[in-house]
Structures are given as structure tokens and as C-alpha cells.
């Protein structure tokens, strides 16, 4: 129950708000024929300037059909008393007829601008477009011919304008309803949308304009000087300076005054032939009203161009930027990849000690360094003692585990940077030690041999000791360019070899004991 009355409630709000609607639509398009009476130079109060026109195209194309009742209500409602006060007075039929007629003109003609408008003008303001603005011009000055055709041929029926005046009723119709379109439409529309633009108003730049309007409008109209021309310079200032809302009220106020004063025999008017001067009127209007929309759709399509071009530069930096920091964010994953990449290829996988590629490097750079230094190279080359026994008998993961303890032991016991400790080969692991001679080389050879035997690593097959022992070989020499790092590799490896004959968990020195 309480649903239903809502919609009741609901519904009746709508037809209120509906009869009010048009009712306003009514009374406002009564008081624009009204005016435009006023204006009325033929038989038939054929009007030079029908100011409905401009008020019914703006209402239909924003609010559609819903104020149709309100335009056939208030063209009846206007035109009746006009038709009844003709003499001779025409009869009931006719009367209904040129009502019926200019009521259907009157109705199709702003539905029809208003269907092609919104068909065709698909850019979304309509006015700052330069196509959308040629086919609204298109649709204000055709649609017209149908209330012109209509009304004109009805009163002709009528027998209120001879049909040898037919064509001049027409064109005066026609331009009368076209007229509005141009001039007072638009600005309707913009007002709709219209928000205050950031423009720097100067006082004097405003004191300026008034003064040039009023000064022109006094030479062309009060002082009778052929010279309506002078608005163009002050209507395309407006139009780049306050943008196509501020020209296009500008157009309407001046379209206004020249209409009221031309009316009074000011200005653009011809004696003995008012409807000759307001024709010329039209014409002046007419012009005043495509240079403002044409102009104003020109510098809007400018102002965007360069709007988006603005945008796209700043999009295009903010690319360049982001595509900048990702290039740079790659190069940096790049060199973390090629130094890991790099620490994979000079690193022994099991042990994390350097491998034999490293040690080869490591050597070669480090004797061409002392070779021209003048400075003594040692290397160490050592290996587990029974190493095969322990495998066979804890297991090759047991002997992993052994490999990586004793590497890991060396690596922390040499005490300076540039010394590097290398897995050789299987068991057999080799240590660098550049600016060392033979005493320091011995010195760090048996703490090497004592933190391995300190480990206590349990060896129940070794032949020498109950835990893993080392045999180390050692030699030191001064580089020599002419001379290949393999002497110093083949002198510590004799020195190993010697070192497992003297009954090994020992170490020999080449320079020394060999």
C-alpha cells in the first residue's frame, strides 16, 4: 500500500513538474511573438525577426520533446488575438487553419534542427568545434523553410497575403526565424555549459571595448553612417580574448539594439520601406552572427590543439622519464645479474671458494702486477690427506661437507684482502699470495695446515692420524715478464709432492727445502 502511494506520489510530481514545464514554455514564447510583433513590416503580422525561434531550438535540444505541448500552446496562444484583430477578419476555418499550420511549423522546425544537430554534431561542445559548427548552421538556416512554407502558404490560403507577395513573405519568414538561430541560440547553449574562464580582466582593456561598442554603435546606428562593419574588429577581440560565450552575448546584445533601433528609423534604416531596411538589418545580422560562431569554433579547435599538445609533450616527458628509470632500473638489475652471473663463473659451486678459472686469472694478473712492481709472488697448493678413504668410508655427502669446512677454514685464515683461496681440483686447493715472500708464504702455510688438524674432523681410515690432515707444497718467487706463472705452479706442486713422500700432514717449502 505504501508502495503504490509513492508511485502516485512519484507520478503526480511528474505531471506537475511537466504542466509547469510547458505552461513557462507557453507564457515565454507568448511574450517572444509578442515582441516580435513589433517588428511586423508585411500584411499578416508577418514578422522581420521571430525571437521564438531562438528560444525554441535551445529548449528542445536541451530538454527534447517534453516542451512541445508549450511551443504549440504558446504560438496559439499568441497568435490568436494577433489573426482576430485583422481587418477584414477571417472566418473560424481560416483561423483554425493558419493556427494549425504555424502551430506544426512552429513545432517541427526546432525537433528537426535539434535531430540533425545531435545526429551529425558528435563532438561534445558543439561550438568549439569547426565541422559541429557547420552543420549547426546548416540546420539553423534549413529548418526554417518548414515553418516558412507552412505559415506563409496557410495565410495565403487564408487570403491574408496576396500570392504575388508570396516569395517576399517567405524570405522574410524564413530569415526571420534563421536569424535567432544564429545570434541568440548560441548563446542559450553556452550559457548552459558556460564556466568563468581564467582570464586576466584589465580595467582599462574592459573600458576600452564598452567605449569602442558604444562609439560604433552610436556612428552606425544614432548618427546614420553606413559603418556596422566596425563591430567586426571588437567582436574578433572578444572572441581571443573572453573566448565564443562572451562574443556570442556580445552578438546578441548588439543584434538587439540594432533591431530596436532600426525599428525607430535609426541607423541601417531606408525611408519609405521599413521592411527593405530591416532586410538589410538581417543581413547585417546574419554576418555578425557566422563570423562570431566560425571564429569562436577556430580559436577553440586552436586552443585545443594546443592543449593537447601541451599534454602529450608532458605525457611524452613523463614516458621518457618512466622509460628512462626502468632503462636505468634494468641496467642496474643487468649488472647485479652480470656480477652474479660473474661470482657463478669464478666461484666454486660446492666449496664458495674461487674456482680453477678464478685462480688462473687471479695468477696471471697478479704476476704481470709484480712483475713490474719488483715484488715477491708465494702460492700454496695443498690437499686432504687420504681423502678417497674418507669418502669410501663416511659417503660422498660426508665428503662434500669435509671439502666445504676445510675451504671455508683457509678462506678465514688468511688475514688480507688480495690473498684468495681456490679449489684446484677434487681435493686439492690452491692459495695466492701476492707481496709475500718465502718466510711470510711458510708462516701462513702452517697456520693453514694447523686451523685444518684444529678442526678435529674425525678420519678413522687415514693412515697418518685419527682426524683430516693436510699436505701442503709452497713456493714464492719473484715475476718475471719473460717468465711463465707456471713455474711458480710447478715449483709449489713439486713442493707438495714432496711433502706427501716426507709422510704427509706436513708442509714443504720449494725455495727452501727443495
Not at 162 to 182: F, Q
Not at 452 to 459: Q, R, T, V
Not at 467 to 488: F, H, R
Amino acid at each position: 500500500m505504501q508502495a503504490k502511494v509513492g508511485v502516485n506520489w512519484l507520478l503526480q510530481r511528474k505531471i506537475v513538474k511537466y504542466i509547469a514545464l510547458n505552461l513557462l514554455v507557453a507564457i515565454a514564447y507568448a511574450l517572444g511573438v509578442k515582441l516580435s510583433h513589433e517588428f511586423a513590416t508585411l500584411p499578416a503580422t508577418v514578422a522581420s525577426v521571430w525571437f521564438p525561434s531562438g528560444m525554441t531550438l535551445a529548449l528542445v535540444y536541451l530538454l527534447g520533446d517534453r516542451v512541445v505541448l508549450g511551443i504549440i500552446g504558446g504560438s496559439t496562444l499568441a497568435l490568436t488575438p494577433a489573426l482576430l484583430k485583422l481587418a477584414p477578419s477571417i472566418s473560424i476555418f481560416h483561423l483554425l487553419l493558419v493556427l494549425i499550420f504555424c502551430a506544426c511549423g512552429n513545432t517541427l522546425q526546432p525537433i528537426i534542427a535539434s535531430r540533425f544537430i545531435k545526429k551529425f554534431c558528435t563532438h561534445k561542445n558543439i561550438f568549439s568545434n569547426v565541422r559541429s559548427v557547420s552543420l549547426y548552421i546548416v540546420a539553423a538556416v534549413l529548418s526554417p523553410t518548414i515553418s516558412a512554407l507552412l505559415g506563409i502558404t496557410s495565410l495565403c490560403l487564408a487570403g491574408l497575403i496576396p500570392w504575388d507577395k508570396y516569395g517576399i513573405s517567405w524570405t522574410t519568414w524564413w530569415l526571420a526565424s534563421a536569424l535567432p538561430h544564429l545570434i541568440f541560440t548560441p548563446t542559450i547553449l553556452l550559457w548552459q555549459n558556460f564556466s568563468f574562464p581564467k582570464i586576466n580582466f584589465k580595467f582599462w582593456e574592459i573600458v576600452l571595448v564598452l567605449n569602442l561598442a558604444l562609439g560604433s554603435g552610436w556612428v552606425a546606428f544614432m548618427s546614420g553612417y553606413p559603418l556596422s562593419y566596425l563591430f567586426l574588429p571588437i567582436l574578433i577581440w572578444t572572441v581571443f580574448r573572453y573566448g565564443s560565450f562572451f562574443a556570442s552575448a556580445l552578438v546578441s546584445i548588439v543584434c538587439l539594439a540594432a533591431i530596436l533601433l532600426t525599428a525607430k528609423s535609426y541607423g541601417l534604416y531606408i525611408p519609405n520601406d521599413p521592411n527593405a531596411s530591416l532586410l538589410v538589418l538581417q543581413s547585417f545580422m546574419g554576418v555578425l552572427g557566422l563570423t562570431s560562431l566560425i571564429l569562436s569554433a577556430v580559436i577553440d579547435e586552436k586552443n585545443a590543439a594546443q592543449l593537447s599538445l601541451k599534454q602529450a609533450m608532458e605525457n611524452l616527458e613523463l614516458q621518457v622519464i618512466e622509460r628512462t628509470t626502468q632503462l636505468q632500473h634494468s641496467k642496474d638489475l643487468l649488472k647485479q645479474a652480470n656480477l652474479e652471473l660473474e661470482k657463478l663463473v669464478h666461484i666454486d659451486g660446492l666449496t664458495q671458494v674461487a674456482n680453477r678459472r678464478c685462480f688462473d686469472h687471479r695468477l696471471a694478473v697478479e704476476w704481470q702486477r709484480l712483475s713490474r712492481e719488483s715484488q715477491p709472488l708465494s702460492l700454496i697448493l695443498f690437499d686432504i690427506d687420504y681423502f678417497k678413504f674418507y669418502n669410501d668410508h663416511y659417503g660422498h655427502q660426508r665428503g662434500d661437507n669435509c671439502l666445504i669446512t676445510i675451504a671455508q677454514t683457509v678462506k678465514l685464515s688468511l688475514s688480507r684482502p688480495a690473498d684468495l683461496v681456490a679449489r684446484y681440483g677434487g681435493e686439492e686447493f690452491a692459495v695466492i699470495l701476492p707481496n709475500t715472500d718465502s718466510q711470510g708464504a711458510i708462516a701462513i702455510t702452517e697456520r693453514i695446515r694447523l686451523a685444518i688438524k684444529d678442526l678435529e674432523i674425525i678420519h678413522k681410515d687415514s693412515q697418518i692420524s685419527d682426524y683430516v690432515t693436510i699436505s701442503l707444497g709452497v713456493s714464492s718467487l719473484l715475476p718475471d715478464l719473460n717468465q711463465s706463472p707456471s713455474n711458480l705452479i710447478k715449483q709449489a706442486d713439486m713442493a707438495l709432492y714432496a711433502a706427501k713422500h716426507r709422510g704427509r700432514n706436513c708442509f714443504v717449502s720449494f725455495t727452501q727445502d727443495i
